[in-house]
């Protein structure tokens, strides 16, 4: 199995357990987190893109989408079929977008 693949089925594991907080927002509320979003790890600026469903479960799994070398999270979204699997399964996609396009 590729190093990539133990990567996403350990992320997988991890991040299925999460649950949202008490005040989590509604589903329509959770469709207007669609889109590409960043946060500040290790003093870097870090995006992703998020794909939210019309439904999901509450909790929601979370499915976390690493692009491979010389990729995109924009790429990785539009090519993979993650958008559309998350609506037919009931899960939220991140596509992480690597540091260097790695």
């Not at 979003?37 to 003093?43: A, C, K, L």
């Not at 929601?60 to 699997?85: F, I, K, Q």
């Amino acid at each position: 199995m590729r190093l990539w693949s133990v990567v996403v089925v350990l992320g997988l594991l991890v991040l299925t357990g999460c649950r949202p907080a008490a005040d989590s927002p509604s589903q329509s509320q959770s469709q207007s987190q669609n889109g590409t979003w960043t946060i500040e790890s290790g003093g870097q600026q870090r995006s992703y893109a998020l794909y939210v469903p019309a439904s999901v479960p509450d909790p929601a799994p979370l499915v976390l989408m690493l692009h491979g070398a010389l990729g995109s999270a924009d790429h990785s979204e539009e090519y993979y079929g993650w958008d559309a699997a998350a609506e037919r399964y009931g899960f939220v996609v991140a596509y992480a977008e690597g540091l260097g396009r790695a």
